[in-house]
């Protein structure tokens, strides 16, 4: 089955430094991944669309400058928190799109970011 | 853009009661939908996919219904159980997965 892995499961840090999320397809090639935050009691709402080679499509409200995705490859999206804030205290979870077969997202585990 | 709407956003049975969880969406065009539960704190367990081509999918006490053409998903959960307490999300499929805001259930001993 696909499974995909993230990394931090869970991370603090201090207001102003950087914080990296790494996605990875396991077993699987993944042309498209997804960025999801979910603040404590609300859904989980897409951030960024993460294109393997291209650069990631933002949702609207989202800051590009603030969180970087970068897909190098084809199993690894990372989503960088810059200047972090406690605002930005959430769980992110990544999913990621099988290139080849059934039409269906597989999620991470998800990383809990607190920021102090 | 599609929107997932998920009712009602809070439930509370005795256990042992039959429930019927529902979920609609605005943009029929979609791959499939996947409803999920989620625990305090926790990631997302996936519970039943129903591709757009099904009607129906089942899985122990659970049962997953889907009406494209009307943007409606029903999930019927049989006989719950205190364990069945946990927030279920609806998610649908086309070029992105969109979430409902969740149905948060509490199934009383």
């Known amino acids: 089955g696909a499974v995909v892995s993230q990394h931090p499961s869970w991370v603090i840090c201090k207001s102003g430094t950087s914080v990296k999320i790494e996605c990875r397809s396991l077993d699987f090639q993944a042309t498209t991944m997804f960025w999801y935050r979910q603040f404590p009691k609300q859904s989980l709402m897409l951030m960024a669309t993460?294109?393997?080679?291209?650069?990631?499509?933002?949702e609207q409200g989202v800051e590009k400058d603030k969180f970087l995705i970068n897909h190098a490859s084809l199993t690894l999206s990372t989503l960088t928190v810059t200047s972090a804030h406690p605002e930005d205290s959430s769980f992110y979870i990544c999913?990621?799109?099988?290139?080849?077969?059934?039409?269906?997202?597989?999620f991470g585990a998800g990383s809990r970011l607190t920021v102090l | 853009k599609q929107e997932v709407t998920q009712i009602p956003a809070a439930l509370s049975v005795p256990e042992g009661e039959n429930l019927v969880l529902n979920c609609s969406f605005t943009?029929?065009?979609?791959?499939?939908l996947q409803w999920f539960r989620q625990d305090p704190g926790k990631g997302l367990t996936s519970l039943l996919l129903i591709q757009s081509s099904q009607r129906e999918q089942t899985s122990g006490r659970l049962n997953a219904s889907l009406d494209k053409s009307s943007g409606r998903s029903t999930l019927y959960i049989a006989a719950s159980q205190p364990g069945d307490s946990a927030t279920y999300l609806c998610?649908?499929?086309?070029?992105?997965?969109?979430f409902g805001a969740g149905t948060r259930l509490t199934v009383k001993p």
């Open positions: 999913s990621a799109w099988k290139s080849t077969g059934a039409n269906v997202l597989t």
């Open positions: 998610a649908v499929l086309n070029n992105d997965m969109r």
């Open positions: 993460s294109n393997e080679g291209s650069k990631a499509t933002y």
């Open positions: 943009d029929s065009a979609i791959y499939n």
